[in-house]
């Protein structure tokens, strides 16, 4: 049978694998318990002891191979809209941004003074014109600083060579 939509919301389409992986991490999660309780042994092990190994083991073990296979055709299927990611990112203009903006100021001026300044604006409707003309935060960073600041790729620290990492060993 096909997949059909949400039972409310009939446009929506449910990601049935990803929630049946979230479903049965939760399964392997709950084996691993007997396994970690397995871990305190007063004496020798026992039956206390394998009993259990031999019930969850194979379980976990299955359970985990078959999440994994799953998993793999997620991500082999896996279709991102960029553009549509893009205009997200932006829909906030910068606001999500204001941790970066607070922290190259605490640079200048010292943590708790930026924090309050960025605290302040957070709560302006228009959250990047606030930054752009805010007095302090322009005597300390040029326009260009602060354009940048406020752009989200711009914050994504070492990840792509962690990606680009990952990827090498596989």
Wanted: hydrophobic share 35%.
């Amino acid at each position: 049978s096909t997949q059909v939509g949400s039972s409310t919301m009939p446009h929506k389409r449910n990601p049935h694998k990803s929630e049946r992986i979230c479903g049965l991490t939760r399964v392997v999660r709950s084996l691993y318990t007997a396994q970690a309780e397995n871990i305190a042994v007063e004496h020798e092990r026992d039956l206390t002891n394998s009993a259990p190994e031999r019930i969850t083991f194979g379980d976990m073990i299955g359970l985990t191979d078959f999440i994994l296979i799953d998993l793999r055709k997620i991500l082999q299927n896996l279709q991102l809209d960029y553009t549509k990611i893009d205009q997200n990112l932006h829909l906030m203009e910068g606001r999500q941004m204001a941790e970066a903006v607070m922290i190259k100021l605490a640079d200048k001026i010292g943590r708790q003074e930026a924090h309050e300044i960025l605290n302040r604006i957070s709560s302006e409707p228009d959250f990047k014109r606030a930054i752009m003309t805010n007095d302090t935060l322009s005597s300390y960073l040029t326009s260009s600083e602060l354009e940048q600041l406020l752009e989200p790729g711009n914050y994504l620290g070492l990840i792509q060579e962690k990606i680009d990492l990952v990827l090498r060993s596989y």
